[in-house]
Every structure is written in structure tokens, then in C-alpha cells.
């Protein structure tokens, strides 16, 4: 890697008589790093009126634009003393970084705030007028980082994910073969949201979800001694970007915007237009909203974890066993949505699991143990696992392979009758992921002795309700004894006329 930085200091007064002070000075403190680095050097060194500029050049473990703030000081410190004198500015007229990539890339690379140009496998970043700020915020590490990161997922898009199977259930002889979901419609226990992606659940749906609620809580969370918490439905944004949603998954997330002002004299000329043209004046309302700060609740998981932020878990709470169930989830799926299983708006149980390795490998098991008794036992569907890429992954655009499965995701999957054959028509309807310690160092939780890891195993109603009724159709007299102990009669409902 080679850094080529062309920067100008400006200072506070006429320097013209300090040129063999100033460049001794910057003679000696080269030497200085030269034995931390042999290959970093200062060139073309000029001085005018009020301004001194130079070239910074390494090829090695010292990076330019790391020293300059450094340099700034010492400088101010030095010449402050004697001459009264300091650094008023950084100006960088030029920065051209060249590394080379693991990989060649299949298409151009574009980035903010620099030209790329890419050889073969040899990368050029190309940076002007950039400011000392914005070089102490180490933008420029990870601008590095980012254009690897594209070049390697050219080799991810269009490739499968990884997916091993690890069990499946026997096959079951299916009740019907129609979708649950237009079967519903048509019955009235559901109705298509007033937006798009949402539902309105009548009596019927409604106690099936519940159901489903139920059930989770009660054969799975309860028996491993899972503790209820309640959040917010509302995110911040700082919140996704410790856990990497922000970048990697934005065009998903439902925004949430604030009032400017509850000043009633700034809302006048907006409801004066609702009232006069009784429609939304689009273009007033934006004036009186604050730009977005926070969305609503992709997952519940990233507010768990802040819950915990900068805590000191003590070793006898060890594994916390926690769990949401009121946080509405909502994520803007555009042409992707079908029926109640791929909505934007969706109810779901989220647990969370903070504890050493060992303690999570052992919790996974008997969580897979109290999953399989709910879909054998009360369910009875046919459905199986699988090791898949896990989703943090897979919002980095990568694959993931056996070497994940440790700290990974199990995908379960069940047959959807309505759609084809069994080889390829299964919906993932559950998960189950051990995340290691990425979150744990992202909120910065400790325990007192251990090393902690963590993981999730969002469950989704709409998901449950939709692999059951798929196979096990909507009339109750025929559903499994299992699941008639929790709901043997539907509510009668509502009768429109």
C-alpha cells in the first residue's frame, strides 16, 4: 500500500524568516518516524509568506493522514513558544492512495469522496480538497475497506446461498392444497390493509395468531425460562448503525419523521388546505416535519442489545434468556409481498440470548428440542432444517459456508402444499442464530469473568399461522389434537349486511 499525501499547512502570521527552522524541524521529526517506518518520507518542501507545504509519502505501517494532527501540534508547540506563532489550517490539496486487491474486479467501483481507478487487481483512490477533519474521522481506512468490500461482492451477486440440510421430519399427507391466505380473504376472517403489505385481522385470524402467541410462550420460551421485557417500537438510527443494519439493509426500513414544532400557528396554513381542498397537501407537510432520525422496528433484536449497552452482566444472570412480543416489525418488501406470510407490517416474538459459548451451543439444542415438540407434537406439519448463511451475512452480500455454522443460522422450512412439488416449494418459517460476540462488542457488554456471545430466534406469527393452515387447511374440526388443546373453536366473527 502506498500513500502520496500533498498537504498545506497555514499559519497565523508571516513565517518567511523560520524556513531553515521549519524545515529542520520537519527533518527531524521525519527521522523520528523513520524508526517506526523506514518508508515514510516528506518531500517538496516549500515555504511561503504565511504557508508551508509538502509531500507525505509511505509504504508502510504509518499512514499519512494519520500523523498529520500530531504533526499540527508539535508544530504549534514548537514555534508557539519562541515565535508566537501556530497552525491555523490543514488544507490536503491531493491524496492518492494505490493497494492492491485480493481480487480483480468484474465491473467499476464507485465510492463517495474519491475517483477510483482499478488495473487488474491494483486500486487508485484519488481524493481533493479534502479537509483535516475529515481525515481525523478515519474516513480514509475505511473508504479502503469499502471498495474491497465491493470488489468481493461482484463474486457473491447471482451466487446461491449456502444451505446444508440437517434434518426433516417424515412427509405428511397434506389436507388441501389451496393458499391460506386467499382462502381467508374469502371468508372473511381477514381484509388487505388500508396501505400496502398490512392486514386487518378479523375475530377469526386473529385468535389463530394469538394462538400461535400463545404456544411460543408457553411450550418454548416458558419452559427454558425466558424473561419478558417490552420495548420500543421506534429505532434510532445510531442503534442500526452499531448493529450494521443502517448500511446494510436501508432500502428495507420504514422511516419515522418528527414534528418540527407542535406550534399550532406554524401547522395553520397546512390544516387550512386539509380543510379547504380536503386532501393531503404533500409538499406543506414536509416543511412542518423534521428530517428522519429513527424507523420503526425491523428486528427487536437491536433495541434488546441497547437495552444492555455498556453493562456489566454478573456471572450468576448468565445466560440472559429475554424476549419482546409488542413491538410491531415493518419492513418495506415493494414487490416482494404475498399473503400474510410477506408483509410489510408483521407481528413476531423475538428471543434474545446473551451467555458464554458453551451455554448458547447447549441453549441452541434444547431450543431446536422445544421447536421440534411444537411442529410435531401440536402442529404436525412436515418441515426441516437446515444450516443457511446467516443473515448478517447475507446483508453483506455474502455466502457463508460450514465455517459458519458455529456461530450461524438454521433456517426451518416447511412445505407449502399450494404452491408445487416438495422439491423446491418450502417457506422458512422460523430461525435460529448463534451471532458470536458481533453484538456484544458493538454495545460494548461484559460480563464479570466470561467471554460472552449472543443470538436470536425471531418468531413470527404470520409465518407460523401461514405453514400450519397451508397444510392443515381452515376448518378446525380438522386440525391436530395438539392444537386443538389451545384453540378448538374459532369466534364467530362479524356478520356484514
Known amino acids: 500500500m502506498k500513500f502520496d499525501l500533498n498537504v498545506c499547512f497555514s499559519f497565523s502570521s508571516d513565517i518567511s524568516s523560520l524556513q531553515k527552522e521549519l524545515k529542520s524541524f520537519l527533518s527531524d521529526y521525519n527521522k523520528s518516524l523513520i524508526k517506526k517506518d523506514k518508508t515514510i518520507k516528506f518531500l517538496d518542501i516549500k515555504l511561503k509568506k504565511n504557508s508551508l507545504s509538502f ?20 508544530i504549534s508547540k514548537e514555534f508557539g513558544k519562541k515565535h ?6 490543514i488544507k490536503i490539496d491531493s491524496y492518492i492512495i494505490d493497494f492492491e486487491l485480493e481480487k480483480k474486479p468484474l465491473k467499476e467501483v464507485f465510492i463517495p469522496f474519491a475517483d477510483v481507478k482499478i488495473k487488474d487487481k491494483k486500486a487508485t483512490l484519488i481524493l481533493k480538497d479534502v479537509s483535516d477533519d475529515f481525515l481525523q474521522k478515519n474516513y480514509i481506512d475505511r473508504m479502503i475497506t469499502r471498495v474491497n468490500e465491493k470488489v468481493e461482492n461482484h463474486y457473491y451477486e447471482g451466487k446461491s446461498e449456502f444451505w446444508e440440510l440437517i434434518w426433516r421430519s417424515d412427509e405428511k399427507k397434506p389436507f388441501w392444497n389451496k393458499d391460506p391466505t386467499e382462502e381467508m380473504n374469502k371468508s372473511g376472517w381477514i381484509k388487505q390493509g388500508p396501505t400496502k403489505g398490512k392486514w386487518f385481522y378479523n375475530p377469526q385470524a386473529a385468535a389463530i395468531l394469538k394462538t400461535m402467541e400463545h404456544i411460543a410462550i408457553e411450550e418454548i420460551l416458558k419452559p427454558l425460562d425466558f424473561q419478558e421485557i417490552i420495548e420500543s417500537f421506534m429505532v434510532p438510527f445510531d442503534v442500526w448503525l452499531r448493529t450494521g443494519h443502517l448500511e446494510g439493509m436501508p432500502g428495507e426500513f420504514y422511516y419515522i419523521s418528527e414534528p418540527a414544532s407542535r406550534d399550532a400557528d406554524k401547522w395553520e396554513h397546512y390544516v387550512d388546505l386539509v380543510k379547504i381542498t380536503k386532501e393531503i397537501p404533500i409538499k406543506e407537510l414536509k416543511k ?22 455498556g453493562k456489566t452482566i454478573s456471572e450468576d444472570s448468565l445466560p440472559v434468556l429475554v424476549y419482546d412480543k409488542t413491538a410491531i416489525s415493518a419492513r418495506y418488501e415493494s414487490g416482494g409481498r404475498h399473503g400474510i406470510e410477506r408483509v410489510d407490517e408483521f407481528h413476531r416474538i423475538e428471543p434474545v ?14 431450543l431446536i428440542d422445544r421447536y421440534k415438540h411444537v411442529f410435531n407434537k401440536i402442529f404436525d406439519i412436515e418441515w426441516r432444517m437446515a444450516w443457511v448463511t446467516p443473515w448478517y451475512m447475507q446483508q453483506a452480500g455474502k455466502v457463508g459456508d460450514k465455517s459458519t455454522q458455529d456461530t450461524g443460522t438454521i433456517d426451518f422450512e416447511a412445505y407449502m402444499p399450494y404452491r408445487g412439488d416438495r422439491k423446491s416449494e418450502w417457506l422458512e418459517f422460523q ?18 469473568k466470561s467471554e460472552l456471545w449472543s443470538g436470536c430466534s425471531g418468531i413470527g406469527l404470520e409465518r407460523w399461522a401461514t405453514v400450519f393452515l397451508a397444510q392443515k387447511g381452515i376448518d378446525p374440526d380438522k386440525w391436530p389434537n395438539g392444537f386443538k388443546k389451545y384453540l378448538n373453536k374459532l369466534p364467530t366473527g362479524i356478520n356484514f349486511v
Request: with cysteine; proline share 4%; glycine share 8%.
Open 55 to 74: 509531500h507525505i509519502i509511505s509504504e508502510g505501517s504509518l499512514r499519512p493522514h494519520n500523523i498529520l494532527l500530531n504533526l499540527k501540534n508539535n
Open 84 to 89: 508566537h506563532i501556530g497552525v491555523r489550517e
Open 288 to 309: 412542518n416535519l423534521s428530517e428522519p432520525r429513527s424507523g420503526i422496528c425491523y428486528a427487536q433484536c437491536p433495541v434488546i442489545y441497547w437495552g444492555f449497552k
Open 353 to 366: 440470548y446473551i451467555g458464554t459459548r458453551e451455554q448458547l451451543l447447549k441453549l441452541r439444542e434444547k
Open 431 to 448: 430461525n435460529l442464530s448463534i451471532l458470536g460476540d458481533k453484538y456484544i462488542k458493538a454495545f460494548n457488554i461484559k460480563a464479570q
